[in-house]
C-alpha cells in the first residue's frame, strides 16, 4: 500500500531524470552543434515580431545604438543572442529606369602613364605630402613652386606611395559618369540606391569610389545587342540641356547612394510600392528581373535564381541569375552594360539588384542582396 501511495512521486521523478537526460545528452549538443550567425539583418517589422522586448525599450543588452534577439530552437529553446542591423525601412519605391550619374571622384583619375612609370593611367592620387586632395586645384595648389611630390595613390586596388618629379606632364580628372539603374527608393525620405556595382570610368576602365555627385534623366537611344563573347549595352546619355534630378551621397563597391530633389521627374515617375525580403528568404526558383529597354516604360522579365551564397557579411556576388524570358533574350542576347542596379523580385518581396554578366554566357550574371545595398 505504501508503494502505491508513492507511485505517482516516482513516476514524476522518474520523468524529470529521463527528461533531463535527454536534454544533456542529446538536445545540449545538437544546440551546441548548431552554427548560429553572430549578426542577422532584419527588417523593422521582423524585428518588432521577434524581438525579445518592444523595439523601443531597452534591456540590459539592448541600447540605443544595438539591438539583439534570442535565436531559439523550434522557437522555444534559447540557443543565443545575436545581434540585429535593422533595414531602414519594410516597403520601397522599386526602381527599373536608368539614371545618368555626374561623380565626382574620391581622389584624383590619372589618365596617362607619365613618362617615367611613376604615374599609370587609372591610379587613384589622395594625397599630395599628406595633404589630402579631392579637385585638380587642390593639386596645383599642393604642388605649386616645387619640384618633386611624395603622392599617395591607389592602383589596382592598392594603396601605394610614390615620389614624383614635377617636370613631367600629369593629366588628371576628378569627376567621371555614366549610366546605370534605379533600384529603389526610400519614399519616407527620397534616398535611394542604383547601380549595384563599384563605378567604371568609361575612358580608362578604372573603378573607383565617389564622394558626390548628380543624378540626371536620361534619353535611351538604342540596343547593341550581345554578339558571342562581346557584351552588349544599352545606349543612353545624359542630355545636353538635363538639369539635376537629386543628389550623390557616395558611391562604393555596392553602388550609388544619394537623394532624389522632391519635384525630380524620375521620382515622380517611380510609383511602384514592394516589400523587401533580406537574404534569408531567398531561394532558388523563378524570379523576375525590373528594367527598361526605351528609358521610360519599366518591365519585368523573368529570370531564375540558379544559386544563392551564405554570406554572413557584406560581399558582391550573392546570387547567380539566369534571364529566360524570350523576349529579352531575343532583344538584347542577355544581360547586358546599362542594366546594373535593375531590381530581382521573387515572390512579391524586392530581393537584390543585378550587378554583373558573365561573358561566357551572357543570359547568366550576378547580383547582390537587398541588405547589403541598402545598408
Not at 549578426?39 to 540605443?64: C, F, H, M, Q, W
Not at 591610379?123 to 616645387?146: G, R
Not at 569610389?209 to 534619353?219: F, R, S, T, W
Not at 539635376?244 to 532624389?260: K, R
Request: overall charge neutral; aromatic content about 6%.
Amino acid at each position: 500500500m505504501k508503494i502505491k501511495s508513492h507511485l505517482p512521486l516516482i513516476r514524476s521523478l522518474c520523468f524529470s531524470v529521463l527528461a533531463f537526460s535527454l536534454y544533456a545528452f542529446f538536445i545540449v549538443p545538437f544546440v551546441q552543434g548548431i552554427t548560429t550567425p553572430d549578426r542577422i539583418v532584419l527588417t523593422p517589422s521582423e524585428y518588432a515580431a521577434r524581438a525579445d522586448v518592444k523595439p523601443n525599450s531597452l534591456t540590459g543588452t539592448d541600447t540605443d545604438t544595438e539591438k539583439y534577439i534570442t535565436i531559439k530552437l523550434l522557437g522555444l529553446i534559447p540557443i543565443k543572442k545575436v545581434l540585429v542591423d535593422i533595414l531602414p525601412f519594410d516597403t520601397i519605391l522599386v526602381g527599373g529606369l536608368p539614371i545618368g550619374i555626374t561623380g565626382e571622384i574620391d581622389g584624383l583619375l590619372v589618365t596617362n602613364d607619365t613618362p617615367d612609370k611613376t604615374l599609370r593611367q587609372g591610379d587613384i592620387i589622395k594625397s599630395v605630402d599628406n595633404l589630402p586632395v579631392q579637385t585638380t586645384q587642390d593639386f596645383a595648389t599642393a604642388t605649386a613652386h616645387k619640384d618633386q611630390i611624395t603622392l599617395t595613390l591607389i592602383r589596382n586596388g592598392t594603396k601605394l606611395k610614390r615620389t614624383l618629379n614635377l617636370n613631367q606632364d600629369v593629366n588628371l580628372r576628378d569627376d567621371t559618369n555614366g549610366v546605370g539603374i534605379l533600384t529603389f527608393i526610400n519614399p519616407e525620405n527620397n534616398q535611394f540606391s542604383a547601380l549595384g556595382h563599384q563605378m567604371t570610368d568609361f575612358a580608362t576602365g578604372t573603378t573607383m569610389d565617389l564622394c558626390g555627385g548628380e543624378i540626371h534623366a536620361v534619353k535611351t537611344y538604342g540596343i547593341v545587342k550581345t554578339q558571342g563573347k562581346q557584351t552588349g549595352v544599352l545606349q543612353s546619355s545624359i542630355p545636353a540641356n538635363s538639369t539635376s534630378q537629386g543628389s550623390i551621397t557616395q558611391g562604393t563597391e555596392f553602388g550609388i547612394t544619394g537623394c532624389f530633389k522632391p519635384n525630380s521627374t524620375i521620382l515622380a515617375s517611380t510609383t511602384t510600392t514592394m516589400p523587401v525580403a533580406t537574404r534569408y528568404h531567398v531561394k532558388p526558383g523563378k524570379a523576375t528581373i525590373r528594367t527598361s529597354l526605351d528609358g521610360v516604360t519599366v518591365e519585368e522579365f523573368d529570370c531564375e535564381i540558379l544559386k544563392t551564397r551564405y554570406q554572413n557579411r557584406r560581399q558582391d556576388k550573392s546570387m547567380v541569375i539566369r534571364i529566360t524570358d524570350p523576349r529579352l533574350l531575343d532583344t538584347t542576347g542577355g544581360i547586358v552594360h546599362g542594366m546594373s542596379g535593375s531590381p530581382i523580385i521573387q515572390n512579391g518581396h524586392l530581393v537584390g539588384a543585378l550587378t554583373h554578366a558573365l561573358t561566357h554566357d551572357p543570359a547568366k550574371g550576378y547580383a547582390l542582396y537587398i541588405d547589403f545595398i541598402a545598408h
